[in-house]
């Protein structure tokens, strides 16, 4: 993907998973309801930081409840081993 909606993982060039398109997913839908994103004018060498520092409470801010819960759902933590959902 872009780097603007990318996983925070995806930055390192490593192999991603589902919670890192469960991560991605979170960053459009926040980026379709707010229209903007924290990280969206950083440098590109600071996006992974900007979304690793980013809550889930700063993404919905401002979002309807549902969409909010949706972001918050989406950005948490997997369960099961190995981070995969």
């Known amino acids: ?3 603007l909606f990318a996983s925070a ?3 390192g060039g490593g192999l991603c998973g589902a919670a890192d398109d469960l991560e991605s997913l979170a960053y459009v839908l926040s980026f379709l309801a707010r229209g903007s994103l924290p ?3 950083a440098p590109p060498a600071d996006i992974p930081a ?3 520092a980013a809550t889930a409470s700063q993404l ?3 979002l309807p ?3 909010a819960v949706a972001v918050e759902a989406l950005l948490r933590p997997p369960r ?3 981070g995969e959902v």
């Open 39 to 41: 990280w969206e004018h």
């Open 80 to 82: 099961g081993a190995g």
């Open 65 to 67: 409840r549902e969409a």
């Open 1 to 3: 993907g872009t780097p």
């Open 60 to 62: 919905s801010e401002g």
């Open 50 to 52: 900007a979304k690793r």
């Open 9 to 11: 993982a995806a930055h």
